[in-house]
């Protein structure tokens, strides 16, 4: 049975950084693709970045909003996914997701598509507020 266990949100000022990590169980990192999503109250639930594994190596994709202030990477001995989180801003405030599966399609199209993966975490809440 495939298992995300998600760590790390919490309460940080504007500005300030945080760590989420992703725990997968059930199946290791190798030819998965691991996804970071955010769902904020009253809105859809949005691609923050993915990475995935394949026979050709890792390839990475990160939502424009995401492009230069969060990074994205894998420990495959700790089969665990993290994001690094700088320069926060308020409207980062969400529910963080990770999410799981094959890497069936390019990282950029499994990203924008939450339903291109079957399993997911429980969730965690990451607050931006001063």
């Known amino acids: 049975q495939l298992q995300l266990v998600e760590s790390g949100g919490g309460l940080v000022q504007p500005g300030g950084s945080l760590r989420l990590s992703c725990v997968a169980s059930g199946f290791t990192l190798d030819y998965y693709a691991i996804g970071w999503f955010r769902q904020a109250p009253g809105k859809e639930r949005e691609g923050v970045s993915c990475?995935?594994?394949?026979?050709?190596?890792?390839?990475?994709f990160y939502s424009d909003f995401a492009k230069g202030r969060f990074t994205i990477s894998k420990d495959n001995a700790k089969n665990t996914v993290y994001l690094q989180m700088n320069s926060l801003k308020p409207e980062d405030t969400a529910v963080y997701y990770c999410?799981?599966?094959?890497?069936?399609?390019?990282?950029?199209?499994?990203?924008?598509?939450?339903?291109?993966?079957?399993?997911w975490g429980q969730g965690i809440q990451v607050t931006v507020s001063s």
């Open positions: 999410a799981g599966d094959w890497s069936v399609r390019t990282v950029q199209d499994m990203c924008v598509a939450p339903s291109a993966f079957a399993s």
């Open positions: 990475i995935s594994s394949t026979s050709s190596g890792s390839s990475t």
